[in-house]
């Protein structure tokens, strides 16, 4: 039963390591100073980077975590702590079916709320599109580590005096910051690979970022427009583009399991 628990775990992590060599075969060769620091070459010359590309994807994943967080760490809260029969169930069930709604149709709601209104597509309104699709996500996992904290951990806060709300922010979500920071770096890995959406919003930008209420260049854009160009040197870039951004997804997830290492019991 031990090898065939071994073997089960090694098929569970065979897809990612596939497709991490794959990559490293594919796009290493294409990855130098330049691609980090160069814009894009215009059509048809051999050359430049994805620079602003990698700096807008960074906008763009800053601006949907500080929209998006906030929302999705409170919900979950307000979800494992209700008392509530009904509107907790509520909001469950509608968190469930907003996390199976393709990103797509959360592009097109993001254009028609944010980029209509202001007549012009943006980083906010990429931003916006992220968040929303990262609010259910750790709107979910923060519930469940909340529930798994366990009940001795509110009952002493109480026992001291202090009010309820003071308990979940100050004894219970600390106690569950490490599974909560879990969640959040699962809905980062989420949003940073998505294009659809930001084919609504941001749009894309061939030039360095020129403001919140402008277009931006993301490297999920960059490459779907360099994969279905007829240019050896912009596939080639494509799959650099797609490497690099496996490899930040990697260094964000690995810096937040240092960062939450040991971190289980409540602050004192």
Do not use: C
Not at 95 to 111: E, T
Not at 124 to 129: C, I, K, P, V
Not at 176 to 188: E, L
């Amino acid at each position: 039963m031990g090898v065939l628990a071994g073997l089960a775990a090694l098929l569970v992590i065979a897809p990612l390591l596939l497709i991490f060599g794959f990559l490293l075969y594919q796009g290493a060769a294409a990855l130098n100073v330049a691609f980090f620091t160069h814009l894009p070459k215009p059509v048809g010359e051999v050359g430049g980077g994805m620079a602003n590309a990698i700096v807008g994807s960074l906008i763009l994943v800053t601006l949907a975590s500080a929209m998006g967080l906030p929302f999705g760490i409170l919900g979950g809260m307000y979800l494992a702590e209700s008392e509530d029969q009904h509107l907790p169930w509520v909001l469950r069930f509608l968190a469930d079916v907003l996390n199976g709604v393709p990103s797509i149709v959360i592009g097109i709601f993001a254009y028609t709320v944010i980029v209509l209104p202001m007549r012009r597509f943006s980083a906010l309104a990429g931003g916006f599109a992220l968040g929303v699709i990262m609010v259910p996500i750790v709107l979910r996992t923060t519930e469940e580590m909340v529930r798994l904290v366990p009940s001795t951990f509110r009952e002493a806060g109480l026992a001291l005096g202090l009010p309820q709300w003071k308990v979940a922010l100050r004894v219970t979500l600390p106690a569950a910051r490490a599974g909560i920071m879990t969640g959040v770096m699962v809905s980062i890995a989420r949003v940073a690979g998505e294009t659809a959406p930001l084919l609504f919003t941001a749009f894309g930008n061939r030039f360095w970022h020129g403001g919140l209420d402008q277009p931006i260049a993301a490297l999920p854009l960059q490459i779907f427009a360099y994969a279905i160009a007829p240019y050896d040197d912009w596939h080639r870039q494509a799959w650099a583009g797609a490497l690099v951004l496996i490899g930040l997804v990697f260094v964000v997830s690995l810096a937040a399991r240092v960062a939450t290492r040991g971190r289980y019991s409540p602050a004192r």
